[in-house]
Nanobody, 121 residues
């Protein structure tokens, strides 16, 4: 079984910064892609950023130039540095990991419980 746990959310003023972390554990042989998604009230979950095992990155247009995703493969950890936060960044942020499990199977549906990010003055 694979576990994914996020941390680092909180309340921040517009223009401020936060750093989210996500750790994968359990029956993981290797992690392919790790990604951050967010869901605001009344909206669908959307991709924020993702990073492959080779450190290739993808960002939503709304966060380009403000957010940076990075990973530490040795620690099965992905980070999301969020700068210049805006009111519209308020959402629950979820981490997803696509992994090769120790059984040899690839699994996609590995989600954390989410961490709340609130941007408010």
């Amino acid at each position: 079984q694979v576990q994914v746990v996020e941390s680092g959310g909180g309340l921040v003023q517009p223009g401020g910064s936060l750093r989210l972390s996500c750790v994968g554990s359990g029956s993981i042989d290797s992690i392919y892609t790790m990604g951050w998604y967010r869901q605001a009230p009344g909206k669908q979950r959307e991709l924020v950023a993702r990073i492959t095992s080779g450190s290739s990155t993808t960002y939503a247009d709304s966060v380009k130039g403000r957010f940076t995703i990075s990973r530490d493969n040795a620690k099965n950890t992905v980070y999301l540095q969020m700068n210049s936060l805006k009111l519209e960044d308020t959402a629950v942020y979820y981490c997803n990991a696509v992994v090769r499990e120790t059984t040899g199977w690839q699994s996609y549906n590995n989600w954390g419980q989410g961490t709340q990010v609130t941007v408010s003055s």
